[in-house]
């Protein structure tokens, strides 16, 4: 079984930073990527940062330049540093992983939430 934990959410006024943080625990897996998604009020879920075992990333349109997505493999854990925060990135935001077992499974932490706001 794998678990994922998310810490970090909070209030946060217009341009503040956060640094969310989630850590994989389980036995017996290689991660292939780890990273984060959000989801707002009413909306979708949307991908906002991945980062795969080898240090590739990718991020949504919405955030280049003001998200960074890093890991510490040693330890199995994903941080999202969000800097220049806005009110539209209020949202729960989600830990992923891909886990390899025989096949790639998809793991999804609880979420934390941020509240951009004045």
């Known amino acids: 079984q794998v678990h994922l934990v998310e810490s970090g959410g909070g209030l946060v006024q217009p341009g503040g930073s956060l640094k969310l943080s989630c850590a994989v625990s389980?036995?017996?897996?290689?991660?292939?990527?780890m990273g984060w998604y959000r989801q707002a009020p009413g909306k979708e879920r949307e991908l906002v940062a991945t980062?795969?075992?080898?240090?590739?990333?990718n991020y949504a349109d919405s955030v280049k330049g003001r998200f960074t997505v890093s890991s510490d493999n040693a330890k199995n854990t994903v941080y999202l540093k969000m800097n220049s925060l806005k009110p539209e990135d209020t949202a729960v935001y989600l830990c992923?992983?891909?886990?390899?077992?025989?096949?790639?499974?998809?793991?999804w932490g609880k979420g934390t939430l941020v509240t951009v706001s004045s």
């Open positions: 389980g036995r017996g897996f290689s991660l292939n990527a």
């Open positions: 980062i795969t075992s080898d240090g590739s990333t």
């Open positions: 992923w992983a891909e886990v390899q077992w025989t096949y790639a499974l998809d793991y």
